[in-house]
Every structure is written in structure tokens, then in C-alpha cells.
């Protein structure tokens, strides 16, 4: 068969063009001859933009049917995977979040890149992996070779990647070094190692500094490309670490200079309004922008003074991520029939609980959006304020002015609410006022943190709140996690660990799935095999039965037997009807919930 490799001319350092690709395609079956011939005489009359793509993305762009594989385009994506076959070189993704882009874009300048469209991708000691997708031009490899004093390894990159990593990464880089040519002298401020240079006349570079205004540009517009629902910038000895969450799973995305990270910080405190001299206290700041698709996003930052100066977090509320449908969090059909019949009763209490990151937030914003009609006044006391949204009246807890959730829930009550929603009861004064609410006719939605529903009921009792109260206004509780669901364009069926399953159905003893699907990773997922979230539950609804057990000591896992006796799912079989569905794995349910007692 005739391959692409047949046509390098050993020492020309060619190109190859359209003809070149379209030969081998037409000779290998994959594109018929009439197809050629118009792309051809397409790409002759093209004009600008068009006639400068590379062989293979103008090949793309003209959407033909791929014959080798019916019912398929000869995507971008496909025809770069068989450059690398026919050309004998790793195919290689260019996944940002694993480039180390501070190490590889000094190693050659961007004209250099520009001009031999290649890019430097990995580099150790002993080598450094440069991306290219014309295989056989060869003509800068001694040059770089003799530069870098390390070998060249090559790799094969999608064009369209190549080209525009090229310009993000040197783009990037060129303004850290602006801005860290401010000073080169770190500044001391806040670092604890490096008190003694507190009287020196060093200055940290300008937060409203060009170059910083594009770094912090950047640093959104990356974070909402990825998905991402935290940004963390975090200063370190000698550098500042840049990590965005993702799918609940941190990933490191750049190491600044100190001063810049320094910098980048005193911006974003500018932008969130927050007190920019003040490095010694934690503060707390919001920031209003557009993601590139024009929806509205809102930033709550959070700094905390650390070992090397001011760290920050900047948690992002996507309004279309927080206030989504039941369906779409991962309520089941039962799930949510019994969290409707909580939370429409006139008055009592419904508590949601989980760690800090595994959607009580979201799970109450979309609760309270469907419960706001006009007939209703719903209000929150909350700390901070997740989200601005307009249905209901939403109050901040402000310490400062000993505002907490005890005294806002006492304001609340002169406001004739129907509805009251409590950030989090942390304490006894708080719960007190709750049940006050409840047993005068409000319906109190609230948040604590337990592992699971049961040891609610204990968490109470703990904080002092007297058992014949909690029996009097507790409706139920939903304990909850995220996990990551499968990616829909790679995930592909598997056979189910028979162990792993029954550890994770116990005592339930549930069949085997039949549709279980396994991660196998793709573009579209980063090559992780997952994309989004979504919630599993344990709805435990306070019957009769489960009341007569609620005393001063409260035996946790009676409770839990009482409640499976009900029909309440533990959130391990929860995770394992997403698992039987084939919306997620084994592995990843095991890895959030909790291996609660079975009974």
C-alpha cells in the first residue's frame, strides 16, 4: 500500500502540500478521486486565511466523507493521527493543563516557532520534544540540536492545536517577563523567609500593569475554556503556582516569578474591591465578567495570608451550572419524589449535608428557584452570598457588625417569610433559631456537615438541640457527592469487578449491571474518560419509626438499619445505579462516598 512516507525525499526538507496528502489518501481508499479534484481547484481559488492552513486543516474544513470509515468526515483530529502512522512519529495532544509552558517557551524564540511551525512541548535533561505536523522537514533540527545541547524528539501535533498553543503559550510568557522586569529584586512583603528585606525601596510591579491586565485576562478565559469551578494562585519560595479545579480534581497550569504572582494577586484584589494594602488579614471580594460565550459569570475571591506572602482563591458560580434541572444534577425518578415531598411541606425543617465542594450550594439554588413563585417571599441568610440571584432576598452574614446566622434568622422572622434558607447551622444558637422558625409555621432549608443523613440527627443532638425538637421540626435529610461522570464520545462497555460491585452494594446484593461503561478518554475529555458531575443521594425521610429511636443517645446505626428498612438508598447504591446506567464507574463512586455502616 502506498503510505505518505514514500513521498519524503531523504535531505530535501520538502513540505508536503495538498497534492502530497491527497495522493496517498485517494491511493489508500480513503477519499474517492473526484473528491481530490475538488479540493484541489477549491484550494487554487482560496484567498487569505484559507489559503495559508495547512494541508490537513483545509482537508477538514471541506467536511468530505472519510471512505475508510462509513458514516465519518475526515476530521482534523483523524487525518493528524494518520500523519503519525504514515510518517512513523508519536502522535502527540497538546493538553495545556500538562504543559509546563514557563520551561519549553524559553527554549526557542516564538519567530523561530513561527517560522518552522513547530513547538516545544516537553524537555528534561536529556531531550526536548518538539511538535510539528510536517514530519519531514528537517532543516532546524541541528540548529536546535547544537542550541539546546540535548537530543530531538519528534512528535506529530494537530496543525490547529500547534498554531494556536504557539501563540497562547509565547503570548503568555512574553507578559510574565514584562511584568517581571518591573523588579527583579522580590519583594519581601508578607514572605516570612525574607523579613529583613522589609526596608528595602523594592516594589512589586504595577497591578494595573499592561502586561498584568493580560495575564489576568488569560487566567479567566483559560479557567472558563476548562471547565474549571476554582482558580487557585498559590505563592511558593522562590515562584507562584497557578492550579485550576476541574471535575473536582486540582491540576497545576503555570509557575509564575514570585513578584509576578504578587502582582497578579494585588489586581484581582483591585478588580474584587477589596483592601489591596491590607496583606496581613484575609479578605473576601466578588468579581462580575463574561465568559467567551457572553453569559454572565460571577467570581467570589478569597485571599489568606500564608508562609510566602497572599494566597488566593477564586471560586466560579456559573449561573447555567448552579441553577439546573433535578434531571440534570442527577436526581433518580425516586430521589426526587421524596426531596419534593420534604421541601413542599408548609413548615419544618430539610437539611442537606456533605463536605465542602459536593453540591449542597447547588442542590438548594435550584430548590429555592422552583419554591420562589410570586405567592411566596423566600429569603437567606448566607455566608458569603454563592450567588445574586434576583427570585428571592438574599442576606450576608457580616461579622464584623455581629451579624451571624443566629441574629439574620431572627431579622428574617420579622420579615413575614414563607421560606427561610440558613447558609450552614454551626452551632447551638443557630439551630435553636432554626427550630424556632420551623415550629412558627416557616418552612427552614439548611446545610451541616456529616457524612451521611443519619449521623445528622446525631449532629444535633451533639450541638445540644433537645430530641423531642428534633422530632418535632425535622422533616428529612439528603446527604450528597459528585461524582465524575463518564465522557459521552469515548466512554465504551465493560465487564463489572464482581467484588468491587458487591462491596459496593452491600447488604443489597444487587445484580451485576449489564450496561456498565468504563473511561477510556478522548479530545474531548483531556484523556481522563470524564466530563461533568452529578450528584448521588441519600434521602432519609423522619417517619414514625425512625422518630421513636431520636433520644439524647442516639444510636447512629439503628438509625441507618430503620432508614434502609424504608426504603432509603445508601449514597454507595446510589452511585451504583449511575454505575448500572452506565453514567459513571466503580472506582469513582468508591473514591467519593463514605463506606457507611451497613446494617
Same mark, same amino acid.
Given at each position: 500500500?502506498?503510505?505518505?512516507?514514500?513521498?519524503?525525499?531523504?535531505?530535501?526538507?520538502?513540505?508536503?502540500?495538498?497534492?502530497?496528502?491527497?495522493?496517498?489518501?485517494?491511493?489508500?481508499?480513503?477519499?474517492?478521486?473526484?473528491?481530490?479534484?475538488?479540493?484541489?481547484?477549491?484550494?487554487?481559488?482560496? #484567498?487569505?486565511?484559507?489559503?495559508?492552513?495547512?494541508?490537513?486543516?483545509?482537508?477538514?474544513?471541506?467536511?468530505?466523507?472519510?471512505?475508510?470509515?462509513?458514516?465519518?468526515?475526515?476530521?482534523?483530529?483523524?487525518?493528524?493521527?494518520?500523519?503519525?502512522?504514515?510518517?512513523?512519529?508519536?502522535?502527540?495532544?497538546?493538553?495545556?493543563?500538562?504543559?509546563?509552558?514557563?520551561?519549553?517557551?524559553?527554549?526557542?524564540?516564538?519567530?523561530?516557532?513561527?517560522?518552522?511551525?513547530?513547538?516545544?512541548?516537553?524537555?528534561?535533561?536529556?531531550?526536548?520534544?518538539?511538535?510539528?505536523?510536517?514530519?519531514?522537514?528537517?532543516?532546524?533540527?541541528?540548529? *536546535?540540536?547544537?542550541? *539546546?545541547?540535548?537530543?530531538?524528539?519528534?512528535?506529530?501535533?494537530?496543525?490547529?492545536?500547534?498554531?494556536?498553543?504557539?501563540?497562547?503559550?509565547?503570548?503568555?510568557?512574553?507578559?510574565?517577563?514584562?511584568?517581571?522586569?518591573?523588579?527583579?529584586?522580590?519583594?519581601?512583603?508578607?514572605? !516570612?523567609?525574607?523579613?529583613?528585606?522589609?526596608?528595602?525601596?523594592?516594589?512589586?510591579?504595577?497591578?494595573?500593569?499592561?502586561?498584568?491586565?493580560?495575564?489576568?485576562?488569560?487566567? !479567566?478565559?483559560?479557567? !472558563?475554556?476548562?471547565?474549571?469551578?476554582?482558580?487557585?494562585?498559590?505563592?511558593?519560595?522562590?515562584?507562584?503556582?497557578?492550579?485550576?479545579?476541574?471535575?473536582?480534581? *486540582?491540576?497545576? #497550569?503555570?509557575?509564575?516569578?514570585?513578584? #509576578?504572582?504578587?502582582?497578579?494577586?494585588?489586581?484581582?484584589?483591585?478588580?474584587?474591591?477589596?483592601?489591596?494594602?491590607?496583606?496581613?488579614?484575609?479578605?473576601?471580594?466578588?468579581?462580575?465578567?463574561?465568559?467567551?460565550?457572553?453569559?454572565?459569570?460571577?467570581?467570589?475571591?478569597?485571599?489568606?495570608?500564608?508562609?510566602?506572602?497572599?494566597?488566593?482563591?477564586?471560586?466560579?458560580?456559573?449561573?447555567?451550572?448552579?441553577?439546573?434541572?433535578?434531571?440534570?444534577?442527577?436526581?433518580?425518578?425516586?430521589?426526587?419524589?421524596?426531596?419534593?415531598?420534604?421541601?413542599?411541606?408548609?413548615?419544618?425543617?430539610?437539611?442537606?449535608?456533605?463536605?465542602?465542594?459536593?453540591?449542597?450550594?447547588?442542590?438548594?439554588?435550584?430548590?429555592?428557584?422552583?419554591?420562589?413563585?410570586?405567592?411566596?417571599?423566600?429569603?437567606?441568610?448566607?455566608?458569603?452570598?454563592?450567588?445574586?440571584?434576583?427570585?428571592?432576598?438574599?442576606?450576608?452574614?457580616?461579622?464584623?457588625?455581629?451579624?451571624?446566622?443566629?441574629?439574620?434568622?431572627?431579622?428574617?422572622?420579622?420579615?413575614?417569610?414563607?421560606?427561610?434558607?440558613?447558609?450552614?447551622?454551626?452551632?447551638?444558637?443557630?439551630?435553636?433559631?432554626?427550630?424556632?422558625?420551623?415550629?412558627?409555621?416557616?418552612? #427552614?432549608?439548611?446545610?451541616?456537615?456529616?457524612?451521611?443523613?443519619?449521623?445528622?440527627?446525631?449532629?444535633?443532638?451533639?450541638?445540644?438541640?433537645?430530641?423531642?425538637?428534633?422530632?418535632?421540626?425535622?422533616?428529612?435529610?439528603?446527604?450528597?457527592?459528585?461524582?465524575?461522570?463518564?465522557?459521552?464520545?469515548?466512554?465504551?462497555?465493560?465487564?463489572?469487578?464482581?467484588?468491587?460491585?458487591?462491596?459496593?452494594?452491600?447488604?443489597?446484593?444487587?445484580?451485576?449491571?449489564?450496561?456498565?461503561?468504563?473511561?477510556?478518554?478522548?479530545?474531548?475529555?483531556?484523556?481522563?474518560?470524564?466530563?461533568?458531575?452529578?450528584?448521588?443521594?441519600?434521602?432519609?425521610?423522619?417517619?414514625?419509626?425512625?422518630?421513636?429511636?431520636?433520644?439524647?443517645?442516639?444510636?447512629?446505626?439503628?438509625?441507618?438499619?430503620?432508614?434502609?428498612?424504608?426504603?432509603?438508598?445508601?449514597?454507595?447504591?446510589?452511585?451504583?445505579?449511575?454505575?448500572?446506567?452506565?453514567?459513571?464507574?466503580?472506582?469513582?463512586?468508591?473514591?467519593?462516598?463514605?463506606?457507611?455502616?451497613?446494617?
Amino acid at each position: 500500500m502506498k503510505r505518505l512516507a514514500d513521498l519524503a525525499i531523504p535531505g530535501s526538507d520538502r513540505s508536503l502540500d495538498l497534492g502530497d496528502f491527497l495522493t496517498t489518501l485517494v491511493a489508500q481508499g480513503r477519499i474517492s478521486q473526484d473528491s481530490a479534484d475538488h479540493l484541489v481547484t477549491l484550494r487554487r481559488a482560496a #484567498v487569505g486565511d484559507t489559503a495559508k492552513l495547512h494541508p490537513l486543516e483545509f482537508i477538514a474544513g471541506q467536511n468530505v466523507d472519510d471512505l475508510g470509515r462509513p458514516g465519518k468526515k475526515l476530521d482534523l483530529d483523524s487525518l493528524s493521527r494518520w500523519l503519525a502512522s504514515e510518517s512513523d512519529q508519536p502522535w502527540y495532544r497538546i493538553d495545556p493543563l500538562k504543559i509546563n509552558v514557563s520551561a519549553v517557551t524559553p527554549l526557542m524564540s516564538f519567530a523561530f516557532a513561527q517560522r518552522h511551525r513547530i513547538l516545544a512541548v516537553e524537555v528534561n535533561d536529556r531531550e526536548v520534544t518538539i511538535a510539528s505536523a510536517q514530519p519531514f522537514v528537517q532543516g532546524w533540527e541541528d540548529n *536546535l540540536r547544537h542550541v *539546546l545541547k540535548r537530543e530531538i524528539r519528534r512528535v506529530i501535533a494537530n496543525p490547529e492545536d500547534l498554531q494556536r498553543y504557539s501563540v497562547e503559550f509565547y503570548r503568555l510568557a512574553r507578559s510574565v517577563s514584562g511584568a517581571n522586569a518591573t523588579d527583579q529584586k522580590a519583594s519581601g512583603v508578607g514572605n !516570612f523567609e525574607q523579613l529583613l528585606n522589609l526596608g528595602s525601596m523594592s516594589q512589586e510591579p504595577d497591578a494595573n500593569d499592561a502586561h498584568v491586565v493580560n495575564i489576568v485576562d488569560w487566567l !479567566f478565559q483559560y479557567a !472558563f475554556e476548562q471547565r474549571a469551578s476554582d482558580i487557585h494562585i498559590e505563592p511558593r519560595r522562590e515562584s507562584g503556582c497557578v492550579r485550576l479545579r476541574i471535575d473536582g480534581v *486540582l491540576h497545576t #497550569v503555570y509557575q509564575f516569578p514570585i513578584q #509576578v504572582t504578587m502582582a497578579v494577586v494585588s489586581r484581582l484584589k483591585t478588580l474584587g474591591r477589596m483592601n489591596v494594602a491590607e496583606k496581613r488579614k484575609p479578605q473576601d471580594g466578588r468579581i462580575k465578567t463574561r465568559a467567551p460565550k457572553g453569559n454572565e459569570v460571577e467570581l467570589r475571591l478569597s485571599t489568606l495570608p500564608t508562609a510566602f506572602g497572599e494566597k488566593m482563591v477564586m471560586r466560579i458560580f456559573d449561573p447555567d451550572v448552579l441553577l439546573r434541572s433535578f434531571d440534570q444534577l442527577g436526581f433518580s425518578t425516586e430521589d426526587q419524589r421524596r426531596w419534593q415531598q420534604m421541601v413542599s411541606q408548609p413548615n419544618g425543617i430539610v437539611l442537606v449535608t456533605g463536605p465542602t465542594g459536593s453540591g449542597k450550594t447547588t442542590t438548594l439554588y435550584t430548590t429555592l428557584k422552583q419554591l420562589a413563585t410570586p405567592q411566596v417571599n423566600v429569603c437567606t441568610i448566607e455566608d458569603p452570598i454563592e450567588m445574586v440571584e434576583d427570585s428571592f432576598n438574599q442576606m450576608q452574614v457580616q461579622h464584623n457588625i455581629d451579624l451571624n446566622f443566629a441574629s439574620g434568622v431572627r431579622a428574617l422572622m420579622r420579615q413575614d417569610p414563607d421560606i427561610i434558607m440558613v447558609g450552614e447551622i454551626r452551632d447551638l444558637e443557630t439551630a435553636e433559631m432554626a427550630i424556632q422558625a420551623a415550629l412558627t409555621g416557616h418552612l #427552614v432549608l439548611s446545610t451541616l456537615h456529616t457524612n451521611d443523613a443519619p449521623s445528622a440527627v446525631s449532629r444535633l443532638i451533639e450541638l445540644g438541640v433537645a430530641p423531642y425538637l428534633i422530632k418535632a421540626t425535622v422533616l428529612g435529610v439528603m446527604a450528597q457527592r459528585l461524582v465524575r461522570t463518564l465522557c459521552p464520545h469515548c466512554k465504551a462497555p465493560t465487564q463489572v469487578d464482581e467484588e468491587a460491585w458487591v462491596d459496593l452494594t452491600r447488604p443489597w446484593n444487587a445484580p451485576l449491571p449489564t450496561q456498565a461503561q468504563h473511561a477510556a478518554g478522548c479530545l474531548e475529555c483531556r484523556e481522563t474518560g470524564y466530563r461533568g458531575r452529578a450528584g448521588v443521594y441519600e434521602l432519609m425521610m423522619l417517619s414514625d419509626g425512625i422518630k421513636a429511636l431520636i433520644h439524647k443517645d442516639a444510636d447512629v446505626a439503628q438509625l441507618r438499619r430503620q432508614a434502609y428498612k424504608e426504603g432509603m438508598h445508601s449514597l454507595r447504591l446510589s452511585g451504583a445505579q449511575k454505575v448500572g446506567a452506565g453514567l459513571t464507574t466503580i472506582e469513582e463512586v468508591l473514591r467519593v462516598t463514605p463506606n457507611s455502616q451497613q446494617g
